[in-house]
Nanobody
């Protein structure tokens, strides 16, 4: 089982990034997918989640209207489009696959928002 995040990097405030999480080793379409983030010294927090069929999404209040989660079950990939980025969005971003009694995590990708 693998979840491999990519697309992180350094971006200026107000900029955009698109994160990707490529899944392998399990039946991707049967899992709800989520993005979390964690800043050093803080707890990991849920950023966005999308249901297995892609019809239902949920966002943290801090990112509503700026981030969009989507998935492509044919490519076994979940995305996080991030716009109007703020310095407080700086964190390591992780994707998670979940279904009852089973979950998988990726290793994370660093996003730094700074001028």
């Amino acid at each position: 089982v693998q979840l491999v995040e990519s697309g992180g990097g350094l971006v200026q405030p107000g900029g955009s990034l698109r994160l990707s999480c490529a899944a392998s080793g399990f039946t991707f379409s049967r899992y709800d997918m989520s993005w979390y983030r964690q800043d050093p010294g803080k707890e990991r927090e849920l950023v966005a989640q999308i249901a297995r069929a892609g019809g239902s999404t949920n966002y943290a209040d801090s990112v509503k209207g700026r981030f969009t989660i989507s998935r492509d079950n044919a490519k076994n990939t979940v995305y996080l489009q991030m716009s109007s980025l703020k310095p407080e969005d700086t964190a390591v971003y992780y994707c998670k696959a979940w279904r009852p009694a089973n979950e998988y995590w990726g290793q994370g990708t660093q996003v730094t928002v700074s001028s």
